[in-house]
């Protein structure tokens, strides 16, 4: 499966962003989704995931309360929407897909995006 991810841009703190992930190739509704992030200099981290359907997500507490992704599989997409943004929010965010393994482990997805960056001014 291939993943385009968009959506990123430049935002002040306090704002909101949507991001979005495209997906093509095999079904897309196979796949749980998550998004992950990478801030300069350090490594990927586990933002968010969604289940196949749709019933089950799950969050890296830094996040929870301020973002929520959701998935249209009608529409091959995945999206992640972003309110309350804060400088510490700013990095690259890639969507990615998994079978199975634990959802907030990196290891765990097939498949990634090539990225959409994300920055909070202060």
């Known amino acids: 499966v291939q993943l385009q991810a968009s959506g990123g841009g430049l935002v002040q703190a306090g704002g909101s962003l949507k991001l979005s992930c495209a997906a093509s190739?095999?079904?897309?509704?196979?796949?749980?989704m998550g998004w992950f992030r990478q801030a300069p200099g350090k490594g990927r981290e586990f933002v968010a995931h969604i289940s196949w359907g749709g019933g089950s997500t799950l969050y890296t507490d830094s996040v929870k309360g301020r973002f929520t992704i959701s998935r249209d599989n009608a529409k091959n997409t995945v999206y992640l929407q972003m309110n309350s943004l804060k400088p510490e929010d700013t990095a690259v965010y890639y969507c990615a897909a998994r079978t199975g393994g634990p959802p907030n482990a990196y290891p765990s997805y097939d498949y990634w995006g090539q990225g959409t960056l994300v920055t909070v001014s202060s």
């Open positions: 190739g095999r079904a897309f509704e196979d796949y749980g």
